[in-house]
């Protein structure tokens, strides 16, 4: 803690020219005056270090309290999260089922179709072909990456992404052991996606909204890259950067910087011919 060592600093400098002060202006007869005098100088000294010994006290309780809040807070996010994604593992596995027992008379239904030389029931048959695509597909669980937080943070993420109807590719490179917290992993993949949802929701163009995510480790750096369409006039206010919705103060941008900076990294965001790109640099 360096705060704790400029106080260490602070006060040995004090004491130091308390005493030289003393020595400087005194002689050492031992007489009842200076005897009092270096009483009070040594109890001076003596209480600095006691109060040096109470503050760090405090500030190690304090830090000791922060590390057990994030971890708490981290807990809860977790159990929130995967009670979720386990949750929606529990419906895509029920309508798996129902699907089963359809599956085997919806194919003997197409065989038909696709017998008959009749074009209505060829058009019928591809019909019923693309349902059930698209309902395999919907009910599918999905692996983003290998590491579970992120995983389950994006399985969330998705289905917003889906229900908006916003275009969406990904490739992500998140191992488990990544040397990067948990926290700071859960809240740097939240605030980017999040940042890029709003911008697409709120687009004038619903027709053109995408978001691109991508991470990648190289070098020792942990590179997070997401790109997404913007039609907001943004780029006159780059570093000021506003949420558009009611009575929410921001996007994010600073816990995103804080986050970066910590792991001696770099944030930077742009947006150029409607697209908003962010990306986070981590040294790991």
Not at 104 to 124: G, H, L, Q, W
Not at 136 to 157: P, Q, T, Y
Not at 212 to 233: G, P, R
Not at 239 to 248: E, G, R, Y
Request: with cysteine; glycine share 2%; aromatic share 6%.
């Amino acid at each position: 803690m360096w705060q704790f060592d400029i106080i260490i600093v602070s006060q040995l400098m004090c004491s130091s020219a308390i005493a030289i002060s003393v020595y400087n202006n005194n002689n050492f007869e031992l007489t009842s005056a200076n005897i009092i005098l270096w009483i009070f100088v040594i109890a001076t000294i003596i209480c600095m270090v006691i109060c040096d010994i109470a503050l760090y006290k405090v500030l190690l309780v304090n830090s000791e309290n922060h590390d057990l809040k994030e971890a708490l807070e981290l807990s809860n996010l977790k159990n929130e999260l995967e009670l979720e994604y386990y949750n929606k593992m529990k419906v895509s596995i029920a309508e798996t089922r129902k699907m089963n027992h359809d599956i085997s008379n919806m194919i003997t239904v197409v065989k038909a179709m696709v017998n008959d030389n009749n074009d209505n029931n060829s058009e019928r048959a591809n019909a019923i072909i693309q349902d059930l695509t698209e309902t395999l597909e919907n009910n599918k669980i999905r692996k983003f990456c290998d590491n579970e937080l992120v995983n389950i943070i994006m399985i969330n993420k998705y289905d917003t992404i889906k229900a908006n109807h916003i275009e969406f590719s990904s490739n992500l490179n998140v191992p488990n052991n990544i040397n990067v917290k948990n926290t700071d992993l859960c809240r740097l993949f939240t605030n980017i996606i999040d940042n890029a949802i709003e911008s697409c929701v709120s687009s004038n163009d619903k027709g053109k909204v995408f978001i691109i995510l991508s991470s990648q480790i190289k070098d020792n750096n942990f590179v997070v890259k997401c790109i997404n369409y913007c039609d907001h006039n943004i780029t006159d206010n780059i570093d000021n950067l506003q949420s558009t919705k009611p009575n929410h103060k921001g996007l994010g941008i600073e816990i995103l910087k804080n986050i970066t900076e910590s792991y001696s990294g770099d944030f930077t965001v742009s947006c150029e011919d409607n697209t908003f790109t962010t990306i986070a640099l981590l040294k790991i």
